[in-house]
Each structure stands twice: as structure tokens, then as C-alpha cells.
């Protein structure tokens, strides 16, 4: 089993539609992030969290939200999604070790149509 | 602002060696990542640099030098499962994260 589990793997889904993207995790890491992957861009962050008391928005927070539920698991949310949120979505966690390596899920692919 | 820069895809032979260059401006520098990410998949980590220098781990170095902003990722004896995207990511000041939008390697027989 992966370390860092994404569901779902693939949605299609509405203009409109309120989408929830689950993240597990058992590595044992504090830090998890969601990111996302668009062709030509580099990845960019969403948001973090550092523990389970601590949020943080990154680069691109407008239109979604999330949520830390333990240690394990972050969810990401888009309350109604629209047609440019559609994307390549990563999890990721880390921990405080030297080289801050991520570990990455393996991807929830989300259409908006 | 704050920037990677790498070449969009590049194309090698397999069995030689190809160079991947990435530049960057960041407010800041905490650490250079290297990532390999085949198509459809999750991107994997292959190296870290923090000094100046290279750092060798099989087929595959990543070099760096802090004052010209620059790094490369060496890989030798390319396979034909090397055919990836390779990703250059800057940790900043504030330790976050900086991606450059990757290079598409394609290895020909």
C-alpha cells in the first residue's frame, strides 16, 4: 500500500458542485500540503499545514479550503468548483528532517466541466 | 519575483549522457531539489543540494552553484526508463517551496 493515499484518483464533475479531495498518510509526518499541477506550470501550493493546529494558505488559496483532521489525514475542499480549478491535485507530506524531501501521493486528476 | 527556469524537453540517446539546467531567483536559498515525475505519476525525489558543489548517487549528480543561481542534473548511461519529466524546486527564505515547471526528457533507441 502507498504511504500517501489519494481519493479519488479521477472526478469529473459540474460547475457548481462542491468537490472533496482525501489525503491519508502513514509516514508519520507532521507537514502535509496539497498541491496542484497544471501543463507548462511548475507545481504550485495550495495550502499546508505543519500540524494538526496549523493552516496555512499558499500560493493559490482562493477557492478551496481545507481541513486537518489528525495527524494522518488532509482533506482539500472546492466549495463549487469551476472550469479553471480543473487540474493534476497532489498531497504531499514531509518531516522536520535535513532535507525537508516530499512524499508524494499519487494524484487525484479532477475535471470540471 | 521569484523564479526557476529550465529548458521545456530536451531529447538524448539512450546509453549517453544529458545535462539538465536549471536557473533560479529566489528571495533567499534553504536548498536546491531535484524530482523525477514520469507521466501520470506522483514526482519522486532524487536530490538535494545545499552547498556548492556535486553531489553523485549512481547514474544520476546534481551540481550547484549558489552564486551564479544555477544547478544541473547529470544523468549517465541514460536508460530508456529515464524518460520523465525532471523537476527543479528552490526552497526560499521562508523555506517554502519554488518549482520550475519541469523538463520533459525523451530518450530515443
Known amino acids: 500500500d502507498a504511504d500517501v493515499t489519494q481519493t479519488p484518483r479521477n472526478r469529473i464533475t459540474k460547475t457548481g458542485k462542491r468537490i472533496m479531495l482525501e489525503c491519508s498518510q502513514t509516514?508519520?509526518?507532521?507537514?502535509m500540503y496539497w498541491y496542484r499541477q497544471d501543463p507548462g506550470l511548475g507545481l504550485r501550493l495550495i495550502y499546508y499545514?505543519?500540524?494538526?493546529?496549523?493552516?496555512n494558505k499558499g500560493e493559490i488559496s482562493d477557492g478551496y479550503s481545507v481541513s486537518r483532521q489528525a495527524q494522518a489525514k488532509f482533506s482539500l475542499s472546492l466549495e463549487s468548483a469551476i472550469p479553471n480549478q480543473t487540474a493534476l491535485y497532489f498531497c504531499?507530506?514531509?518531516?522536520?528532517?535535513?532535507?525537508?524531501?516530499?512524499?508524494f501521493g499519487e494524484g487525484s486528476r479532477l475535471t470540471v466541466l | 519575483g521569484q523564479n526557476i527556469d529550465q529548458p521545456t524537453e530536451m531529447t538524448a540517446t539512450e546509453g549517453a549522457i544529458v545535462q539538465i539546467n536549471c536557473t533560479y531567483q529566489?528571495?533567499?536559498?534553504?536548498?536546491l531539489f531535484w524530482y523525477q515525475q514520469h507521466a501520470g505519476e506522483a514526482p519522486t525525489f532524487l536530490s538535494y543540494n545545499v552547498l556548492d558543489g556535486l553531489e553523485e548517487k549512481g547514474r544520476f549528480s546534481s551540481f550547484l552553484s549558489r552564486s551564479k543561481g544555477y544547478s544541473y542534473l547529470l544523468l549517465k548511461e541514460l536508460q530508456m526508463k529515464d524518460s520523465a519529466s525532471y523537476l527543479c524546486?528552490?526552497?526560499?527564505?521562508?523555506?517554502?517551496?519554488?518549482w520550475g515547471a519541469g523538463t520533459k526528457l525523451i530518450i530515443k533507441p
Open positions: 504531499a507530506t514531509s518531516d522536520l528532517g535535513d532535507t525537508g524531501e516530499l512524499f
Open positions: 509516514k508519520g509526518h507532521d507537514r
Open positions: 524546486a528552490v526552497m526560499d527564505s521562508n523555506y517554502q517551496l519554488i
Open positions: 529566489t528571495s533567499g536559498f534553504n536548498g
Open positions: 499545514s505543519f500540524d494538526v493546529k496549523d493552516i
